[in-house]
């Protein structure tokens, strides 16, 4: 595989420290679910968080195979205390947005740089990002049809725990 291009190789690197933010945006906020007795919703974001670590890999091997040394920078403590479920899911979806905006401006300038490569490997990425917005929203939409009723919520979170 050839040499990344500067430009994209930095978005990319950018984007590794990114999802190492964002999982532990997601394992900040299990915490948080865990400290409230959420324990199903807890473990769905658990969950997240291996996912988006995952994530960050993938995106280190291909900078790697590109002769890219990866740098990490620091990482900046995420949000700690939300006000309800709600709240937190409603954080999480807008997270994922942006993660969404990242990946497409990435894939805009390795298109420039017709760096097919890192395109393909954006485009795997937007393609996951349909689904994780898609798995936000329904969550979002159940839980205020719940309409503030926790009891409502206790059973919902036991079916978040099933993630695998």
Request: glycine fraction near 4%.
């Amino acid at each position: 595989m050839s040499k990344i291009n500067q430009t994209v190789g930095e978005l990319l690197e950018k984007q590794v420290n990114n999802e190492l933010y964002a999982s532990n945006l997601y394992l900040q906020m299990g915490f948080w679910f865990e400290s409230q007795d959420w324990e199903g919703s807890a473990h769905w974001m658990f969950q997240q968080a291996k996912e988006e670590r995952e994530h960050a890999l993938s995106i280190a091997n291909h900078l790697l195979d590109r002769e890219w040394k990866v740098k990490l920078n620091t990482i900046n403590s995420p949000k700690n205390n939300w006000e309800s479920p709600l709240e937190v899911w409603e954080d999480a979806l807008q997270h994922e947005i942006v993660v969404t905006n990242s990946f497409k401006g990435i894939m805009g300038e390795a298109k420039n740089e017709e760096d097919y490569q890192s395109e393909e490997l954006c485009y795997k990425f937007l393609a996951e990002q349909v689904e994780e917005e898609d798995t936000l929203n329904k969550i979002i939409k159940k839980v205020k049809a719940f309409d503030g009723n926790l009891g409502f919520y206790v059973q919902y979170d036991q079916y978040l725990g099933q993630r695998e």
